[in-house]
């Protein structure tokens, strides 16, 4: 979901400047490739480590519980 900004931008600046074709398909290309870099730094860095917290958490309180 963190590529919901950039939608808006993106359509923002086709709005308002009015891009031709080939300057569409080259930003969108560039965007793609951006946005998946982006998206995999950020389950890298934020997503697994949070998930390994929780997982490891939750593992723990249930030892705890049922011991």
Same mark, same amino acid.
């Given at each position: 979901?963190?590529?919901?900004?950039?939608?808006?931008?993106?359509?923002?600046?086709?709005?308002?400047?009015?891009?031709? *074709?080939? @300057?569409?398909?080259?930003?969108?290309? $560039?965007?793609?490739? %951006?946005?998946?870099? /982006?998206?995999? *730094?950020? @389950?890298?860095?934020?997503?697994?480590? $949070?998930?390994?917290? %929780?997982?490891?958490? /939750?593992?723990?309180?249930?030892?705890?519980?049922?011991?």
């Amino acid at each position: 979901m963190i590529y919901y900004p950039f939608i808006w931008i993106f359509m923002s600046y086709v709005e308002t400047r009015k891009p031709t *074709l080939l @300057l569409m398909s080259i930003i969108t290309v $560039v965007g793609t490739v %951006l946005l998946i870099g /982006l998206s995999y *730094l950020v @389950l890298v860095f934020m997503d697994m480590p $949070v998930r390994m917290f %929780l997982k490891n958490k /939750l593992a723990g309180s249930s030892s705890t519980v049922s011991g």
